[in-house]
């Protein structure tokens, strides 16, 4: 079964604007990361958050983690068109085995 | 920095064949590997975790039968689909990262075709 899922399929935004990707899980974790996939690449790691962290930061990259809902969020700010790709939430639980979910594919439209 | 390196990028094979993927850690330390499938629709599936100097330990629905893999140094693994059939179409990627690091470097994968 799935362990960690991505609430939006598909995002559209013009440059500039915010974004934000929203993730939920099922059970318990040690981490989440979030991952960018850019066409004809491999994922690539924006962000890890802890279960014991509720926000982390990388730039224009915000994640939130809310262990009690078991959601967490990445945000964007002020977009650009190289942003444009699928973006994955992936749940750890301490065995070095990262269970992603689908994606949401986040379109950023000049 | 880190990096990792797949080879081939694409592989086509006829049905009933088998295809060997390799997977090149540069900069950093492979102490695991994670081999995944991603499906056309981007799902991903976990194949197998190896660590060196341990069991591979495969996931449900995959075997060692299947898709046997060599994970003989700090730097390389290599993964082989053998008698590969229509349902074995996909993306796979190889995740390496260092023992005790919390960061996954990923190649960009081996897109295999099956005729």
């Known amino acids: 079964s799935q362990l960690a899922e991505e609430n939006s399929w598909a995002l559209s935004v013009h440059e500039g604007e915010s974004v934000t990707v929203n993730c939920s899980y099922k059970?318990?974790?040690?981490?989440l990361q979030w991952y960018r996939q850019k066409s004809g690449k491999g994922p690539a790691q924006l962000i890890l958050?802890?279960?014991?962290?509720r926000d982390n930061r990388n730039g224009r990259l915000r994640a939130t983690l809310d262990t009690s809902s078991q959601s967490s969020s990445l945000s964007i700010t002020a977009t650009r068109c190289e942003d444009t790709a699928v973006y994955f939430c992936?749940?750890?639980?301490?065995?070095?085995?990262?269970?992603f979910g689908k994606g949401t594919s986040l379109v950023v439209h000049p | 920095g880190a990096l990792v390196y797949q080879y081939p990028r694409r592989t086509i094979c006829k049905s009933g064949t088998s295809m060997r993927m390799e997977c090149q850690a540069v900069?950093?330390?492979?102490?695991?590997v994670a081999w995944y499938r991603q499906s056309p629709q981007k799902t991903f599936e976990l194949i197998a975790l190896?660590?060196?100097?341990?069991?591979?330990?495969?996931e449900q629905n995959f075997t060692q039968e299947k898709f046997p893999i060599s994970h003989p140094n700090l730097s390389f693994s290599s993964m082989t689909v053998l008698n590969a059939y229509l349902e074995d179409r996909g993306l796979y990627l190889c995740?390496?990262?260092?023992?005790?690091?919390?960061?996954?470097?990923f190649g960009a994968g081996t897109r295999l075709s099956v005729l």
């Open positions: 992936a749940t750890e639980r301490g065995n070095y085995k990262p269970t």
């Open positions: 059970t318990s974790i040690t981490a």
């Open positions: 958050i802890r279960s014991n962290e």
């Open positions: 900069g950093f330390q492979a102490t695991s």
């Open positions: 190896s660590t060196v100097n341990s069991a591979i330990k495969y």
């Open positions: 995740g390496a990262r260092d023992w005790g690091q919390n960061t996954l470097y």
